[in-house]
């Protein structure tokens, strides 16, 4: 998502576009958020041309639709046939939640015209138009966030970068939903390639970058969670930080989903998680696995989740919620 994030993420999603989630609202700021998110390692040849999403009518997501909180605030999706105008600033999010769950439960995918809402439900369609130059896009609403004041929506990267938004992370657009009374009178505008985008020149990213195949469709429907045992999450590194304390020296064990400098960004992401974990698909999972905490360390505000005085315990809970969430893990001794 929220971003991003650019911005985030959950949307949990979890969006619920992490990030991304915590873009910025000026250039001076744009750096420090690139370095807990940014564009993808390769762009892709013909991003510019990636069709936009053609809208159709579809049963509404029973739970992507509730009231929800995220960062302090109560938000009710509009789940009405009402029109729907908005102008506001718009950031994206990118290879932080790659592959990520979105609000709606499938997967991020960044090259895929989609983008993430506080209100619009999920899914549903809107034309997204900047107000610089005019340039439009269709997306599909699929995720939860921006949850800034200052942002209104979250763009995929491939949407951001049709709308001349990747470079500066954010930009003023116009929004405006595509009703279901609309659908048949909508064709997607045809797309004028003028040059190959640039992706932008950022600091390296501190939050994990989880990569996934895209489907030269560009569609979430044909990507698939991973069904291979994941290695050992204590083993890696999450953020650039040092791998987790030996087990001789913890005391506890909790399961690490993120790691991250700008405190709201963990804030937004805790939320977006939230969602999901207690969406009615999560109801398998242990009640220890319903409610991401932060904890702040070392200038760190660190997404956790569990507190397992075995590491073996915390192990299992980290695989489960790989599985689920399809975002890596490490586990955190304290």
């Known amino acids: 998502m929220t971003l991003a994030r650019s911005a985030a993420g959950p949307a949990l999603p979890i969006a619920v576009a992490v990030l991304v989630l915590a873009g910025c609202a000026s250039a001076p700021k744009e750096t420090r958020f690139y370095r807990e998110d940014g564009p993808p390692d390769h762009v892709p040849p013909g991003l510019l ?4 999403a053609v809208p159709r009518e579809e049963p509404l997501n029973p739970y992507a639709n509730r009231p929800y909180a995220a960062l302090g605030r109560t938000y009710v999706p509009d789940t009405s046939n009402a029109p729907f105008h908005q102008r506001g600033m718009a950031s994206w999010y990118g290879r932080q939640f790659q592959g990520n769950r979105t609000a709606s439960g499938e997967l991020y995918d960044m090259f895929a015209m989609t983008a993430a809402h506080p209100t619009l439900p999920i899914p549903s369609y809107a034309r997204v138009t900047s107000t610089r130059d005019g340039r439009s896009v269709i997306v599909r609403i699929n995720d939860r966030g921006p949850f800034l004041h200052d942002r209104i929506i979250d763009l995929s990267y ?25 659908i048949a009178q909508t064709a997607p505008p045809p797309v004028t390639v003028t040059a190959a ?27 698939v969670l991973p069904n291979q045992p994941a290695p050992d999450p204590v083993a890696r590194t999450t953020n650039g930080d040092p791998p987790p304390q ?69 192990l299992g809970w980290s695989r489960l919620l790989e599985r689920y969430l399809s975002r890596p893990t490490t586990l955190f001794a304290h």
């Open 246 to 314: 030996p087990a001789t020296a913890a005391t506890h064990w909790s399961v690490q989903l993120g790691a991250f400098k700008i405190a709201m960004n963990a804030e937004a992401l805790r939320d977006r998680l939230a969602l999901l974990l207690n969406s009615p698909d999560a109801s398998g999972l242990p009640a220890e696995l319903r409610s991401p905490r932060i904890e702040r360390q070392a200038g760190l505000s660190r997404v956790l989740i569990g507190d397992a005085a075995q590491r073996a315990t915390a």
């Open 49 to 52: 041309a990636t069709p936009d």
């Open 197 to 223: 985008p640039a992706a932008p020149q950022v600091e390296a990213p501190t939050a994990v970058a989880f990569a996934v195949p895209s489907p030269g469709s560009g569609s979430t429907h044909s990507m």
């Open 158 to 182: 491939a949407a951001a970068a049709r709308l001349g938004l990747a470079g500066a992370g954010s930009g003023e657009v116009q929004i405006e939903r595509i009703l279901p009374g609309q």
